[in-house]
């Protein structure tokens, strides 16, 4: 079955004669997006004038990196692609690493940027932007970008629409810039007419892969390590492990995809992770695990030894590159296909297993804590308060952000059902989540809810965006005044912290003073009273809540990492 391309406008003999912007707008809304978040200024006026008279909501933000990560966030939230709008210069630089994380984590976003014209160019102009000025790598095809290009001509427009409409439908996600010189927006397309394109689903699995694997988890004692890549295939996920009994581990960015209450779930790897899953890998007599959607890499698994099967893996992705790639001494047959055709594929050829489930090593979890009537809030107790108030009495989707907020989360936090957890680890960004929430929260015009650090608001939100656009969003912030996992990891390493700690700030006059909620917690029977209005509220809101600054974090596995990345880079003379 294929795909059809939304329809084109019209264009060419007989159409209306239109402008660049107002072609890119009109075709923009045709793929899908919904929205365009940014910052205007005089490079970009005559796009951001014709984007707010189409289909598309224009959402004017406080910071381009934070309207890149509320862009990735919507676009993941509704799968569909959104656009980032910046003016030239250091708009698009102050864009980066909201796009660097956007395409890590597979979402699909276009950056449009406005320019410097060419008869303006090395003449110093006002936020001149060039392949010159601006950092390699921004106007072309690379790391950060899968498809760049600058349109100097009209007749250049057919070429650019269809890379965006054949990017729409990736499958891996999709992050554009369409670099426009200011002269070249008002310019007037007088093109031929655009073709559909169509797309068929794939790449899928040839049936000597099938047959192979099927051969494998048939005969041997076999375990699952899902990843956020098989969130499109969470039926036949959960299918596949009940068929034949299969053990199921997820990476952190995974919560959900297959229930953590589930009797065939034994935890979550990587950051935070539980130390449960490598016991019942061996007490199951694991002998090779099926990888699906995770590329194993180091917020996943650490690169744990304990973590490999005596036979290795059986690795399914659409990219053949990442094959071997995170453990290269492991035995690893790959497959390449896309992770619902394949499960499609896999699945009549596979017979139920006969028998009991292997007998498995008890979840080990603390007894929740009961609230101190004196003392900071402990982050532990916080964030078993977020499982009861936010987790299982609501259906808002929780963010954490890097640092403290995402260790705790995947370590305490449990999810029953896929999209209800986020976390960008593996880019890490701060801000992340601080300014995301707003794309989780304003695409299910319902409340979204960020953990985050104090370190992270100082460094990048979007409150006062929230604000203008009464967007439900909701921050709680680990307020402990100080750089919280720099400050205990380094302690766990040996050092001594430098320059960790931050002024005492108080995020709730601080929400007010923008036109917010705010809450200040300063004890543990205040928090859940806390949590709750901010639900209730239906408005932007920040819970600043004072944590423990002594309480480390579970990050033993991530400095026992780093210890070892040291010790291999050591050489002697």
């Not at 304990?306 to 492991?330: E, I, K, M, T």
């Not at 409150?463 to 656009?469: F, H, Q």
């Not at 005044?481 to 601080?510: C, K, N, W």
Request: charged share 20%.
């Amino acid at each position: 079955m294929h795909h059809a391309s939304p329809p084109i406008p019209p264009f060419g003999p007989g159409a209306p004669r239109a402008s660049v912007s107002e072609v890119l707008a009109a075709f923009l809304a045709s793929l899908g997006v919904e929205v365009a978040y940014g910052l205007g200024g005089g490079s970009i006026v005559p796009f951001c004038h014709a984007l707010a008279r189409s289909r598309v909501r224009v959402l004017h933000c406080r910071h381009e990196s934070g309207a890149a990560f509320a862009a990735l966030e919507e676009s993941l939230a509704k799968d569909q692609p959104t656009v980032v709008f910046a003016t030239a210069g250091p708009g698009i630089t102050n864009a980066i690493t909201g796009l660097a994380a956007a395409r890590i984590e597979g979402a699909k976003v276009v950056l449009v940027s406005g320019g410097t014209s060419p008869s303006q160019r090395d003449r110093g102009a006002a936020q001149e932007t060039t392949a010159r000025t601006l950092p390699a790598g921004l106007l072309c095809d690379g790391p950060l970008f899968h498809y760049a290009t600058t349109l100097e001509h009209p007749a250049q427009l057919p070429v650019i629409l269809r890379r965006l409409a054949v990017g729409a439908q990736a499958v891996e996600g999709f992050v554009a810039h369409i670099h426009l010189p200011l002269s070249m927006q008002s310019a007037m397309f007088e093109g031929p007419a655009l073709a559909e394109t169509n797309a068929l689903p794939g790449p899928a699995p040839s049936a000597e892969a099938l047959d192979a694997v099927a051969k494998i988890l048939t005969e041997e004692p076999c375990a699952l390590w899902v990843g956020y890549g098989a969130r499109k295939s969470v039926p036949l996920v959960r299918a596949l492990a009940e068929r034949r009994s299969m053990l199921v581990m997820c990476s952190p960015r995974a919560k959900g995809i297959f229930p953590e209450d589930h009797p065939l779930s034994i935890g979550t790897t990587g950051v935070g992770s539980h130390a449960r899953v490598a016991s019942c890998l061996k007490a199951a007599g694991i002998r090779r695990t099926l990888v699906l959607g995770t590329r194993l890499w180091e917020c996943t698994s650490f690169w744990r030894q304990d973590l490999v099967p005596p036979r290795g893996f059986l690795h399914v992705d659409v990219n053949p590159a990442v094959f071997g790639a995170a453990y290269p001494s492991a035995e690893t047959l790959g497959v390449q296909a896309e992770i619902g055709a394949f499960l499609s594929a896999l699945l009549p050829r596979l017979p139920a297993r006969e028998g009991a489930p292997p007998a498995l090593p008890p979840m080990a979890r603390p007894a929740p804590l009961d609230p101190l009537a004196e003392g900071a809030v402990r982050p532990r107790f916080l964030f078993e308060a977020v499982q009861r108030v936010v987790v299982e009495s609501s259906d808002a989707p929780v963010l954490t952000e890097a640092g403290s907020a995402f260790v705790w989360g995947n370590h305490v936090l449990r999810f029953q059902e896929p999209g209800r957890y986020r976390s960008g680890l593996h880019f890490g960004s701060m801000g992340h989540a601080t300014t995301g929430v707003l794309g989780a929260a304003r695409a299910r015009g319902k409340a979204a809810v960020a953990l985050v650090g104090d370190g992270s608001m100082l460094m990048l939100e979007e409150v006062s965006t929230a604000v203008r656009y009464g967007i439900p969003a909701i921050w709680v912030v680990l307020n402990d005044r100080q750089y919280g996992i720099v400050e205990h990891g380094m302690r766990a390493s040996g050092y001594d912290p430098v320059e960790t700690t931050l002024p005492d700030t108080d995020f709730s006059l601080v929400a007010r003073g923008l036109g917010a909620l705010g809450a200040r917690v300063e004890r543990e029977e205040e928090l859940e009273a806390a949590l709750g209005a901010a639900l209730a509220a239906g408005k932007p809101f920040v819970v600043d809540v004072r944590v423990d600054p002594e309480e480390r974090p579970p990050i033993t596995s991530r400095v026992r990492s780093l210890e070892a990345q040291t010790a291999k880079e050591s050489f002697s003379p």
